[in-house]
C-alpha cells in the first residue's frame, strides 16, 4: 500500500480507504458555499485566464494572421513554462518577498506579484502584430507564461494549504469552475471582443481588433489582484530557521524532492509516470483545435459561442460533477472514468472532420469533450494534492503538475507537422490511441491503494 510514512506531515492518497463517516448529498454538496471554496472560485479565475491567451486563443489568432499550422505547433512550446515551474517552485515557497510578504504573508505576497506580471505580459502581446513580426508575440507570451505559472506555485499551495483532505476536492472543483469561467471568457469572450471590434470585412485579418481584446483581457485580472488583496493567508506549518545558507539550500531545494521520494520509494516511478500522461490525449490535440476550426470555415462568433462558451460550460458542469463523484465513489475510480471518456472523445473531432461546416455536429463533439475533460480534470487536480506534504505543498505540487505537462506539450509541439503530414482525421484517431497506456497506470497505481 502507498502511504506516506508520516501522516501528520503529508496527506493519503488512499482516497479509497474512506473514513467510517460517508457524507449525504446534502453536505457534499454543502462543502461548495464555505468561505474557502468561494476564493478558490475567484482565484481560479485568476489563474484561468492567462492560459488561453497564450495557448488557444493565441493559436486562432496565429492561423487568421497567416502562420503556418507546423510553426503554431512549435510556438506552443511557449506552454512548456507551466511545465519547468518545479524549478522556482522552491524559492516561490520558501522565499520572502521584501516588504511585500511582511505586509502580506508569504502566499499573497507571490500571487500579487505574479497577477501583475502577467498584466504587464498580456498588454505587451496586444500591441504585437503576429502578421509583421511573430517574435514580439512569443516574447510577451513567455513572460505571461512565467508570471502565471509562478502564480499557479503560489496558488496551488494556498489551496492546499486552506482545506484538509477531505475537502481537497471540493475546493479543486471550484478552482476549476472559476478557471473554466475564466476561459470562457478568454475564449469566447477574445473571439466576441475582436469580432464586435473589426472594423473591416470580418474574413480579413484586423490586427487592431485583437489588441482591444487582449488589452480588455489584462484589465480583467483585477479579479485575482483584487482576491488577494481582501483574502486571509492560510495557517502554515511555521519553518525553522536555518542556521547557514547550505541549510536554507538544503531546506529549499532538496528536501521537498528527497520528502516525495522517501515516502513513495519505488511507487514514486508508477505515480510520475501516470501523472506524466494523464492528460497527453487532451494536451496534444487542444493546439490544432482552434486551427482546426479556422480550416473548416467557422466564423469567430460560431467559435466564440459553441467552443469557448458553451464548451467550457459543459466543462464546468464536469467539474462539479466530478468533484461530487469524487466524494461519492473515490478519486482512483473517478480519475478513470476521467481518463476513459477524455480518450475516447477525441475520435468525434474525427468524425466531425467528416461534416463540413455543421454547427450542430460541432455543438454535439465540444458537449461531450468539454464534460469529459472536467471530469477528469477535478479528479486529477485532487490527486496530485493528495500526493503532497504540506511542508512543502507549493514546491511539491508544481513537480507534480510540471510532469503533467512536459512531455505532453512537448510532444504537442510537432502536431502542426503530424496534421500537415497525415490531415485532421488521423491526426485525431492518434491522439485517443495516446490515451490507452494511461488506463492501464491508473489500474496499477489502484491496485497499489488495496
Same mark, same amino acid.
Given at each position: ?30 462543502? @461548495?458555499?464555505?468561505? $474557502? ?31 503556418? =499550422? ?51 505580459? #498580456? ?17 510577451? $507570451? ?10 499557479? +506555485? ?25 478557471? =473554466? ?80 521520494? %522517501? ?11 501516470? #501523472?506524466?500522461?494523464?492528460? +497527453?490525449?487532451? +494536451? ?21 459561442? #459553441? ?25 482512483? =475510480? ?9 480518450? %475516447?472523445?477525441?475520435?468525434?473531432? $474525427?468524425?466531425?472532420?467528416? =461534416? ?31 500526493? %503532497? ?7 511539491? @505540487? ?19 507537422? $503530424? ?22 497506470? +491508473? ?8
Amino acid at each position: 500500500m502507498m502511504r506516506p510514512t508520516d501522516s501528520n506531515a503529508a496527506t493519503t492518497i488512499g482516497d479509497d480507504n474512506a473514513p467510517a463517516h460517508k457524507p449525504g448529498w446534502r453536505e457534499a454538496f454543502r462543502v @461548495y458555499l464555505e468561505p $474557502a471554496s468561494l476564493r478558490m472560485f475567484a482565484l481560479g479565475f485568476s489563474a484561468g485566464l492567462p492560459l488561453l491567451l497564450v495557448f488557444g486563443t493565441l493559436s486562432f489568432w496565429l492561423r487568421e494572421a497567416g502562420v503556418d =499550422r507546423a510553426k503554431i505547433g512549435f510556438i506552443s512550446w511557449v506552454t512548456l513554462m507551466y511545465a519547468f515551474k518545479w524549478c522556482w517552485a522552491p524559492l516561490v515557497d520558501r522565499l520572502p518577498i521584501p516588504l511585500l510578504t511582511r505586509a502580506l504573508g508569504r502566499r499573497r505576497s507571490w500571487l500579487i506579484v505574479a497577477q501583475l506580471g502577467v498584466v504587464i505580459g #498580456i498588454v505587451g502581446m496586444a500591441f504585437s502584430d503576429p502578421k509583421q513580426s511573430v517574435s514580439g508575440v512569443v516574447w510577451f $507570451a513567455l513572460m505571461v507564461a512565467f508570471f502565471s505559472a509562478t502564480q499557479d +506555485i503560489a496558488l496551488d499551495a494556498y489551496r492546499i494549504e486552506s482545506g484538509d483532505k477531505e475537502r481537497q476536492s471540493a475546493l479543486s472543483a471550484t478552482y476549476q469552475m472559476g478557471y =473554466r469561467i475564466a476561459m470562457i471568457w478568454a475564449g469566447a469572450g477574445v473571439l466576441w471582443i475582436a469580432a464586435r471590434a473589426e472594423v473591416a470585412n470580418p474574413q480579413n485579418y484586423d490586427v487592431n481588433a485583437w489588441k482591444i481584446a487582449y488589452l480588455v483581457m489584462a484589465a480583467s485580472m483585477i479579479v485575482g489582484l483584487a482576491t488577494v488583496a481582501f483574502s486571509r493567508e492560510p495557517i502554515q506549518k511555521p519553518m525553522v530557521r536555518p542556521k547557514s545558507a547550505m541549510d536554507w539550500l538544503r531546506a529549499t531545494l532538496i528536501d521537498p524532492f528527497v520528502d516525495f521520494f %522517501t515516502r513513495y520509494k519505488w511507487h514514486a516511478a508508477l505515480i510520475l509516470a501516470l #501523472i506524466a500522461t494523464y492528460r +497527453i490525449s487532451d +494536451i496534444v490535440m487542444g493546439i490544432m483545435a482552434n486551427p482546426f476550426y479556422v480550416d473548416m470555415g467557422y466564423t469567430k462568433d460560431e467559435v466564440a459561442a #459553441i467552443s469557448k462558451l458553451y464548451g467550457v460550460i459543459m466543462t464546468l458542469v464536469g467539474a462539479f460533477v466530478g468533484g461530487v463523484l469524487s466524494i461519492k465513489i473515490g478519486m482512483m =475510480r473517478t480519475l478513470m472514468l476521467g481518463a476513459i471518456l477524455s480518450a %475516447t472523445s477525441n475520435l468525434l473531432f $474525427a468524425w466531425l472532420t467528416t =461534416r463540413g461546416h455543421d454547427v450542430t455536429a460541432l455543438t454535439l463533439v465540444i458537449s461531450i469533450d468539454n464534460l469529459s475533460s472536467g471530469i477528469a480534470s477535478t479528479a486529477f487536480i485532487a490527486y496530485m494534492s493528495s500526493l %503532497t506534504n504540506i511542508s512543502y505543498s507549493a514546491t511539491q @505540487y508544481a513537480l507534480l503538475s510540471s510532469m503533467m505537462l512536459l512531455f505532453p506539450k512537448w510532444l504537442a509541439g510537432f502536431s502542426g507537422v $503530424a496534421v500537415n503530414a497525415v490531415g485532421y482525421p488521423s491526426f485525431f484517431v492518434g491522439t485517443a490511441l495516446l490515451g490507452v497506456p494511461v488506463l492501464l497506470l +491508473i489500474w496499477l497505481a489502484s491496485r497499489q491503494l488495496k
